[in-house]
């Protein structure tokens, strides 16, 4: 009996490897064609935030890290520098809103040179289906609404939800989430009207970052 289980073991064990070894073959085979996804999947989003008249560089690699200074111990994010014929016309940067119901809430924010917004997207969300989803634009229209914005001093009051005072509406039995989004596209346009030379000056180094 006692034969038995060794043999048993020894099957069991190489089995294990053997399977260990197909899932390790398996990712090494496929590693390009994610790669390949993920980017025309950036890209995709890209093309919504900035638009197509504003760049005829590649987006995925003029991509510079920052830091948003409202976060506090969170990871350097995305910038990606938008040009024309050498010049530079806005950006698509990330942003997070810490404090969605359901956690954070991942943005891109498309922003030219005069401040302005030229597409927002949400990357990434854990919020209720059928309320706070809805700042998804799967589910509805409402992230549409920051195209076009800006902020100012003059302006800065209605950077809120209506249930705040604010421009933005809010959703029925759902006004955190909304609130969180504004607050976070709100404090990014701030630090990009702050840094946006600095952003603008820095290397192109995401792929050092995320090494």
Known sequence: MLNAIKKNGLILAIFACVSTGLVAITQYLTQDQITHQERKQLLSVLSQV?????????????????????????????????????????????SIAPDGYNGKIKLIIGINN????????????????????????????WILNFTGKYL??????????????????QFTGATITPRAVVKA???????????????????????????
């Not at 003029?62 to 830091?67: D, E, G, I, Q, Y």
């Not at 597409?119 to 809805?134: F, I």
């Not at 100012?152 to 509406?169: I, L």
Request: glycine letters at 8%.
């Open 185 to 211: 596209v709100k404090h990014t346009l701030e630090f990009v009207h702050a840094k946006r030379d600095d952003i603008y000056a820095q290397p192109f180094n995401c792929s050092e970052g995320e090494k």
């Open 152 to 169: 100012t001093p003059e302006n800065e009051s209605t950077w809120h939800v209506r249930k705040d005072g604010g421009q933005f509406d």
């Open 50 to 94: 900035i638009p197509e008249n504003a760049y005829n560089n590649d987006l995925y690699k003029a991509c510079t890290l920052v830091s948003l200074p409202y976060l506090k111990n969170a990871p350097m994010v995305h910038a990606y520098i938008a040009k024309k014929d050498g010049t530079i016309n806005g950006m698509a940067i990330e």
């Open 114 to 141: 005069r401040g302005i917004i030229t597409g927002t997207r949400v990357l990434s969300q854990n919020e209720t289906p059928g309320l706070g989803d809805k700042i998804d634009l799967r589910v509805s229209n």
